[in-house]
């Protein structure tokens, strides 16, 4: 028996606290270190990185054997690095689970962690639709359903950490992780994050929150830049994902953002990581930093002289774990622990947190086996519910924003007969990776490896259309960037000659200035990107001389201005990255084998200027008579429209007032109207009239996914705590105050069927982590 079986053995029957605490008693300064820190094995220091300045910072001169001779915290993306077969994959992580074991004395295996963001980012796994994509279903029961899933196959690989979701809130569309994030609405974005963060921990994988805090607001959208944001914004917009995550989802890991806010960098953050998410909030579990996050204090903040002088800020402000490899957290730290400028018990205290967690996936348990389960039976990364999973999130996912009539019927939905011979045309017509986002593995990592084949099958706009029409003619034009003036003029024949025309158009996803979207692929402004403004015009005008039909399918990782082409256009669909079924989910939907239900949960803006601007504004942030700018935007959040007909009725308020720490029921009847099937989004505003402090116009405070047979009806009820109505207010503490609200009850932020107003009477209450986050909703049919 080696040593540290020995030394697993002997602690077997001891709680998993004391367990704990032993280890932190009988471990060296290194032995301590080593369990703060992953090992990135395979990251590349050449070519096309995957994390930013990952060629200046993931270079590692020592031997595998020397990195692991204290133990290991963290093995960094065993699959997701590089294209693996999963079963070898799977194989290499045994062997090196039984080498850190057998190289330190007391035997503890390697946390394992993996991206999961759409999907497990690893070769042959189910590509799952975008985070935007879910925010754009309103339905967080089947992202939930979804993560389970991919935390299953996750739990078969034998991996315990997943790197999402994120919960960053959009405040610039032309950021480029935009994709990344579930919308421009905090309720939206908390509750899809918190039914993901369920569904992940429901299958035993820690759900990582990310990026802890304000990383998306970085100025003029540019990744890594400054945040210019007050704490009231911060704490309104901000912060209530995260805190309905932790607390409605139990998110036991949270990853510090890159950016700094206010001038302080959040690795370095005390009074954030641990003041608040800690002492305030009550969180137990680990802060990881993000890739390279804890060396960048020193690289690219200049806050820290050196890397151990970084490694020291970032414990002492409450960062337990350094990703995805050792630069810190090692030799650097050790001499500066040694040297006195950190004391021994801040280690012990990230230490305890680690090996608590470790002790929760089972890596403490003597009982634990290096091999996954997935070597003990088939695997299959992406099984037919998946797919049918996937194609079903896609479709819910698409939104139909515009819909004109054409030949005395609404443009959509095409049945053969009304379709007649079709054209697919524009840079995304036969691309599978119109269907990616960036932290899809093909889009990822797959993308740099164009010797190795996709790992799943990803049918194509123009590849589904042939299978689904007998009469198809294709054109794919150039590419997202750049078209020849030959490409566009092959695109107007081919829309010249058919009865419709589907133009696809939108973005590729990538890293760093490989594609249009994507981490670090930030945009100037919301024009199309290349000539696809310029294409689109061209297409539109030869539809509109011959009489063609014209389509507009834009599939991409943020909205772009669509003004000068809403009034040309027959019909407008917009999808964001919609996964591997995304091509067959958009041709139910342009046949109606499905009726579109998804909303926006971004604007959609009329021009390529006035930005940045969300929804979530003041009175003075929307169009006034003070400025020539107007930033209303073309379509607006929670926008989406149906081939049926519903109408909201019936409207009732349980008390006209209530006192500030009461409850009162909002509801209203919806009825389809129309001859199809089909989803609403029932949607319901707050507007505080008069506040202490600068309120938003309105803001979403409940949602309600209703489906309906054609001429039924259901009740849907939202019960609305006072505590819906908090804010920061003049103090910067959370509160709530008396005085009159209006609840606003309605399809989209700009469509109201009607308003309630009710009268908060009583004392101004402070109230906070506890306070009610959530507004329970009840649909009931009605007999």
């Known amino acids: 028996m080696s040593t540290g079986a020995a030394e697993q053995h002997a602690l077997a029957r001891v709680p998993a606290s004391d367990v704990v605490e032993h280890l932190v008693r009988e471990m060296t300064l290194e032995e301590k270190l080593a369990q703060l820190a992953g090992v990135w094995v395979n990251a590349s220091t050449d070519g096309d990185s995957v994390a930013p300045l990952q060629s200046q910072m993931a270079g590692n001169t020592r031997s595998w054997d020397e990195i692991i001779s204290h133990g290991l915290g963290q093995i960094t993306r065993m699959y997701g690095t590089v294209p693996v077969e999963p079963s070898e994959g799977a194989r290499r992580l045994a062997t090196a689970q039984e080498q850190v074991r057998a190289a330190s004395r007391f035997g503890i295996p390697a946390q394992v962690h993996e991206e999961c963001l759409a999907g497990l980012a690893a070769w042959k796994a189910t590509a799952f639709p975008v985070p935007l994509a879910w925010g754009a279903t309103f339905n967080p029961a089947l992202v939930q359903e979804m993560a389970a899933r991919i935390g299953t196959s996750m739990g078969s690989l034998g991996v315990h950490q997943g790197l999402a979701p994120v919960l960053d809130v959009v405040r610039d569309l032309r950021w480029g992780r935009v994709e990344e994030t579930i919308g421009e609405d905090p309720y939206l974005v908390g509750t899809v994050a ?29 990744n890594h830049a400054p945040v210019s944001m007050g704490p009231r914004e911060l704490a309104d917009v901000m912060l209530p994902p995260f805190e309905m995550a932790l607390r409605h989802g139990g998110a036991r890991s949270v990853m510090h953002a890159y950016t700094d806010v206010d001038g302080v960098p959040a690795a370095a953050n005390r009074a954030l990581l641990t003041g608040l998410l800690r002492e305030q909030w009550g969180f137990t579990g680990t802060v990881v930093a993000d890739y390279f996050g804890v060396a960048f204090l020193d690289v690219t903040h200049g806050v820290a002289a050196n890397p151990g002088d970084a490694a020291v800020l970032a414990l002492r402000a409450g960062v337990d774990v350094e990703l995805p490899t050792v630069n810190c957290f090692g030799e650097p730290l050790l001499a500066r622990v040694r040297e006195g400028a950190l004391d021994e018990s801040v280690i012990d205290q990230a230490l305890r947190r680690v090996l608590t967690q470790k002790a929760e996936v089972g890596l403490l348990s003597p009982d634990f086996t290096p091999e996954p389960p997935a070597l003990s039976g088939p695997l299959e990364l992406d099984p037919a519910e998946n797919r049918a999973l996937a194609r079903e999130i896609a479709a819910q996912s698409l939104v139909l924003l515009s819909n004109r009539e054409f030949a005395a019927a609404p443009a959509l939905p095409l049945t053969s007969a009304r379709a007649g011979s079709v054209g697919v045309v524009g840079p995304l017509a036969d691309d599978p990776f119109a269907m990616l986002g960036c932290y899809s593995f093909d889009a990822h990592v797959g993308a740099s490896h164009p010797e190795v084949p996709m790992g799943i099958s990803i049918p194509t706009v123009a590849g589904v259309a042939a299978a689904r029409f007998d009469s198809v003619r294709s054109s794919v034009t150039g590419n997202c960037e750049s078209a020849t003036e030959d490409q566009i003029a092959e695109a107007c024949r081919v829309a010249s000659t058919v009865e419709t025309c589907v133009v696809v158009v939108g973005d590729n996803a990538g890293l760093f200035g490989r594609g249009t979207s994507g ?62 079924e995304g091509g067959e989910a958009l041709w139910d939907v342009l046949t109606g084998v499905v009726n579109p239900s998804g909303k926006l949960p971004v604007s959609v803006p009329r021009s390529s200027g006035g930005q940045p601007g969300t929804y979530l504004h003041s009175r003075l942030s929307g169009r006034t008579e003070v400025s020539a700018l107007d930033p209303s935007p073309l379509f607006s959040f929670g926008h989406g429209l149906s081939y049926t007909t519903f109408e909201l009725s019936g409207h009732q308020c349980t008390a006209p007032t209530i006192s500030t720490s009461d409850t009162v029921t909002i509801s209203c009847t919806v009825t389809n109207k129309g001859a199809l099937e089909g989803a609403e989004i029932v949607q319901l505003y707050l507007e505080d009239p008069v506040g202490e402090v600068v309120r938003p116009v309105r803001e979403l405070i409940g949602y309600a996914r209703v489906e309906l047979e054609a001429g039924s009806s259901a009740i849907v009820d939202f019960v609305v705590h006072a505590d819906r109505t908090s804010f920061t207010g003049v103090d910067l503490e959370r509160v709530v105050t008396p005085g009159l609200v209006k609840l606003h009850v309605g399809t989209s932020s700009t469509a109201d069927a009607h308003t309630h107003e009710v009268i908060l009477h009583g004392p101004r209450r402070v109230v906070g982590f506890e306070r009610e986050m959530l507004t329970p909703v009840e649909v009931r049919g009605l007999d």
């Not at 918190?194 to 990582?208: K, N, P």
């Not at 039909?549 to 943020?558: D, H, P, Q």
């Open 194 to 222: 918190t039914a993901y963060v369920r569904g992940l921990e429901s299958a035993g994988i820690v759900a990582t929150l990310k990026h802890f805090v304000g990383y998306s607001a970085s100025q003029a959208g540019r």
């Open 519 to 580: 981490e670090g692929n930030d945009a100037s402004d919301l024009r199309l990107p290349g000539d696809q403004h310029h294409m689109l015009d061209r297409i539109l005008s030869v539809c509109a001389d011959s009489g063609t039909r014209a389509v507009v399918v834009v599939l991409s990782g943020r909205p772009y201005a669509l003004g000068d082409f809403v009034g040309r256009a027959d019909a407008i669909v917009q999808g964001f990255f919609p996964g591997e």
